[in-house]
């Protein structure tokens, strides 16, 4: 492989400079696409004023998605192909050349300047290589600073006397500096990381991947290639990406827009499950029952409690005929219906539809003609509505969970044979609300009410999920997301070895099948990209404590000096904050991550001493490169340099020793470029 090569060389700088022009060209070309868009008069368009406004907002995406980032590179890499692949080329014999890059860009002519990361041709640009060129000839990578393009690096896949070395271009390209949101990865897309990217859209992907492998954002751009590969679909099915928290959904909502998807849409589980509002907390044991799975039995049993079966026959009068449907009969109607297991709002429409077929049999039989208009009269016959409403009365979601969490006789009937009479007290309200209304609903509740209401009616089904930090939902949370992809396929993001919370996941098929997917298939991804060797290898030290058998990860980066463990002997906050200053010296983010009850003492300490610092979720500026983190909140996101505070008060601040393992595990798993760990109290012993 060729060394990269800039425009400090000695030679070369034509070639450089001719990559320079075409770069140029390139965005003159996708400003005269906008342009293009932006000159459409829509005055004599014809139609209503709904496909009208319909027209304008698909045009105004269209601009949007066509805008230049300044910052963002237009395109990252060229293929030169041995052979042609377009027809009009192919009888010629010759190669051709594609830039890669974000999006599509055509001149003038139609003819392609910058080719999508996504389409097929640009696939050998990650799955290329010696042993398969996949017949491309020469692999060429730019390097970047402030978008203005500075080096390439070129690798001929064909040439036997170039041996495999590591490219330059491609290392600086992952270890350079963050600052601001998420970055993409599209640049630097490895090949395993690439497989699962293109995973065909019918199937259930789920990825266990240790810190710094990019499971994140391999799930962000699956998104991306899907939308691109499937977009029609998509469109109608939608898709929805779900993440822990929502400073962790700001922190990877600039991911996709630089990718040219602007539609994708973004939420938490306690944002999909909103049917109340959650103003009180469980305890963890408390929740930990509410999580269960066995709690969608105990509602589906409280859901259907109201059901009875009839005692006296449903007489219909019409005219001066009096119709008859014996009870006998209507109760085999009632228990046919339940145990087709449909929706019991869609059961109690069926209902009277069913009892007036009944009547519509007895008419024939007697030798009148009833047609669908006389079946739909009597479905809306007063004694057919009171049957309905008598034997499967309606059923609120809300005022169910809010009744089966405060009457005591209530949830020992549902729960009979599911749960403990200890458990059901566990998870009884101590001081029952009044109403649905004042209840102080808990994050646990809101999931259970969610399932209430599936139960009664069917929870619309998107095409596409992707579900980041799985490994920390309960099973009834699974089931949640689920539901939103019944009928669709999801990605699914985590690692077992971060699993924080006291529900957290034991294994993959286990929360698959409660998600719905069993026959999702499982990757793993172990090669790091993100974090140095000497810091993986140090948070690795944990993992027989907290994630037995997990394979521990290993890094293709080795950067000698990255880790300091120190103990600090005098003030402590002062060493903290000055190891903070010591760390903005350096180019990039810095991230203070502390125990969440110790984040008001270096708030006030970092303000003292004219350190500005940023909350996560909002994105870092040149004034504000640093963070300060609660080790609560430090999952998914990452820094150039971190400053760790005190290990054995982030393992004290979680209910248990696992637990807090585990998230000490996430915090040391955080820096890109150096961890300073900074302690006063003993080390946990694995880390000793």
């Not at 040439?159 to 270890?175: F, K, N, V, Y």
């Not at 006789?409 to 004042?438: H, M, N, V, Y």
């Not at 990860?553 to 190891?579: I, K, M, N, Q």
């Not at 991550?593 to 001493?609: N, W």
């Amino acid at each position: 492989m060729h060394s990269p090569t800039t425009d400090a060389a000695a030679a070369g700088t034509d070639p450089l400079q001719r990559e320079r022009d075409h770069l140029a060209s390139s965005r003159a070309a996708l400003r005269a696409m906008r342009e293009d868009v932006e000159s459409l008069d829509l005055r004599d368009v014809t139609g209503t004023w709904v496909s009208a406004a319909v027209l304008h907002n698909q045009i105004q995406q269209r601009i949007a998605a066509l805008a230049d980032l300044a910052h963002t590179p237009l395109f990252f890499g060229r293929l030169d192909y041995l052979h042609a692949i377009s027809e009009e080329l192919a009888e010629g014999g010759t190669g051709e050349r594609f830039y890669i890059g974000r999006r599509h860009v055509h001149d003038a002519d139609g003819d392609p300047m910058v080719i999508d990361w996504r389409a097929p041709v640009s696939q050998p640009f990650y799955r290329a290589s010696r042993k398969d060129p996949m017949d491309v000839e020469r692999r060429r990578r730019f390097g970047y600073t402030a978008g203005e393009l500075t080096a390439y690096e070129d690798e001929h896949l064909t040439d036997p006397a170039e041996g495999d070395t590591r490219s330059a271009l491609l290392a600086a390209e992952i270890e350079k500096p963050r600052v601001g949101p998420m970055r993409d990865i599209v640049a630097t897309i490895q090949p395993e990381q690439d497989e699962i990217v293109r995973a065909d859209v019918s199937g259930t992907v789920c990825v266990q991947g240790a810190p710094g492998t990019g499971k994140t954002a391999v799930g962000l751009h699956r998104v991306a290639y899907l939308l691109y590969a499937h977009r029609e679909r998509l469109a109608r099915t939608g898709t929805l990406v779900i993440g822990p928290n929502d400073s962790f959904l700001q922190y990877i909502e600039q991911v996709l827009p630089a990718l040219g998807e602007l539609d994708v849409a973004q939420a938490t589980v306690q944002q999909l499950v909103g049917h109340v509002e959650v103003r009180g907390e469980d305890s963890a044991a408390a929740a930990l029952v509410k999580g269960d799975a066995r709690m969608a039995e105990v509602l589906k049993r409280a859901v259907r409690s109201g059901i009875t079966l009839p005692t006296e026959p449903c007489v219909v009068v019409r005219g001066a005929r009096r119709w008859r449907v014996p009870a006998y009969e209507l109760t085999g109607i009632i228990e046919e219906l339940q145990g087709r297991e449909i929706r019991y709002g869609a059961a109690a429409e069926a209902l009277p539809q069913r009892i007036a077929h009944a009547v519509l049999v007895k008419m024939e039989q007697s030798g009148e003609a009833p047609d669908d208009r006389v079946q739909d009269a009597v479905a809306r016959n007063t004694a057919v509505k009171a049957v309905v409403k008598a034997c499967w009365p309606p059923a609120d979601p809300v005022k169910l969970v809010h009744r089966l969490l405060s009457d005591a006789d209530f949830l020992a009937r549902c729960a009979d044979g599911l749960l403990t009479e200890e458990e059901q007290r566990t998870i009884l309200w101590e001081k029952p609300a009044r109403s649905p209304r004042t209840a102080r609903w808990s994050a646990a509740d809101a999931v259970l009410v969610d399932e209430a209401t599936d139960l009664v009616q069917r929870t619309p089904s998107l095409g596409h999920v992707v579900l980041d930090e799985a490994q920390d939902l309960s099973p009834m949370q699974y089931r949640a997301v689920g539901r939103r992809c019944s009928t669709g396929s999801a990605t699914v993001l985590g690692d077992l070895a971060q699993g924080t919370t006291p529900w957290a996941t034991a294994d993959w098929p286990e929360a698959l099948r409660h998600l719905g997917k069993s026959d999702a298939h499982i990757e793993e991804l172990t090669q790091g990209f993100r974090v140095p060797e000497e810091v993986i290898a140090y948070a690795s030290r944990l993992l027989p404590a907290i994630a037995p058998g997990l394979a521990p990860a290993s890094s293709v980066r080795e950067a000698p000096g990255s880790l300091t463990v120190r103990r600090v002997t005098g003030d402590h906050v002062t060493e903290v904050v000055a190891a903070c200053r010591a760390a903005l010296g350096h180019e990039g983010s810095t991230g203070l991550i502390a125990a969440d009850a110790r984040i008001p003492l270096f708030a006030e300490a970092l303000a003292e001493a004219g350190l500005p610092f940023v909350e996560p979720g909002v994105e870092t500026t040149a004034e504000a490169r640093l963070t300060l983190v609660p080790a609560s909140l430090a999952k998914g996101l990452e820094y150039d340099y971190v400053v760790l505070d005190e290990p054995a008060e982030v393992v004290a601040g979680e209910p248990d020793e696992r637990t807090g393992l585990r998230r000490l595990y996430v915090a040391l798993t955080r820096a890109v470029s150096g961890l300073q760990v900074l302690h006063s109290a003993p080390l946990p012993d694995r880390l000793v």
